[in-house]
């Protein structure tokens, strides 16, 4: 009964104004996002910074945030993923300890058997939380059967509130080898000298690029020529409003107009085949 008093009372208003709903009852609304099963050997992209990414079988998650919102201001547009779709996890990557990048509630939800790599900010955080971390810093690797995950640096702030950028290992990004194929998450950074080592040292097949205020147009187009990877994933949008979410899709679209076939857009629910084997390129601007 109360809850038709209140939708018939949303109603009244909206007609009242026009049909502009009141805000404090658009806050709550989400869209819902038809999650499937995670492809095997593919990347699946569910939304800001987070992706589930399958070699082999082995479920890898980057920098998952579900939580209804985050910093108070900024609340989730689309819905989550259920439990059971992202339940084969084995291991999550966190890049830095940056409130959306980085909730204990959201980790919670995930099977204690999961292993947690992170830098040492945001294992520190976790631990005091009582979360199980596998500390990481640029140049440690965690082998997994099939491959291999490496930590590699990024330039940004690392700890929760902080918001200097560094180079030292506070936040970092990760490379996945297998046999067939590097995947390089980049996390978020801005445009730094370390896109050109990583490609020398990885030569990446595929770049899972955070696409946000930190790192977009020009310097996005110098960060992919750097790396040379013949796929790119932009990600970074799609699950919460602020900037990213405003100004993402042109930034991305952006980068198709310039580079084309090489930037792969995927919206969230979408995935895309690791094409295992493929021969390497260098890309041209």
């Not at 869209?31 to 589930?52: L, M, N, Q, R, S």
Request: hydrophobic share 40%.
């Amino acid at each position: 009964m109360i809850a038709r008093m209140l939708v018939a009372a949303a109603t009244a208003l909206t007609a009242a104004n026009g049909g502009c709903a009141p805000a404090v009852l658009s806050r709550e609304r989400t869209v819902p996002v038809v999650y499937a099963e995670p492809k095997p050997d593919a990347i699946t992209f569910w939304g800001h910074a987070c992706a589930y990414i399958d070699v082999g079988g082995f479920g890898i998650v980057t920098d998952p945030v579900f939580s209804r919102k985050y910093a108070t201001i900024r609340r989730r547009l689309i819905a989550s993923p259920p439990v059971d779709v992202y339940d084969q996890t084995r291991v999550i990557m966190i890049s830095h300890a940056h409130q959306d990048h980085l909730d204990p509630a959201t980790l919670a939800r995930f099977s204690r058997s999961t292993v947690i790599l992170a830098p040492y900010p945001a294992a520190r955080y976790l631990q005091r939380r009582g979360i199980r971390v596998w500390v990481m810093r640029p140049g440690d690797e965690y082998p997994f059967r099939g491959g291999s995950i490496i930590a590699v640096p990024a330039h940004h702030p690392g700890g929760r509130l902080s918001l200097k950028a560094r180079s030292d290992g506070r936040a970092i990004g990760y490379v996945i080898r297998t046999p067939s194929e590097t995947i390089y998450y980049t996390g978020d950074t801005e445009y730094f000298s370390g896109f050109e080592k990583i490609a020398a040292k990885f030569r990446p097949d595929v770049v899972l690029l955070n696409l946000n205020a930190h790192l977009h147009s020009e310097d996005a187009l110098r960060a992919i020529d750097d790396l040379g990877a013949p796929v790119v994933i932009p990600i970074h949008l799609g699950a919460y409003n602020g900037k990213s979410e405003r100004l993402g899709p042109r930034w991305r679209s952006e980068l198709v107009d310039s580079l084309g076939a090489q930037i792969v857009p995927l919206e969230v629910g979408q995935s895309m085949p690791l094409t295992t084997g493929a021969p390497k390129r260098r890309s041209r601007r």
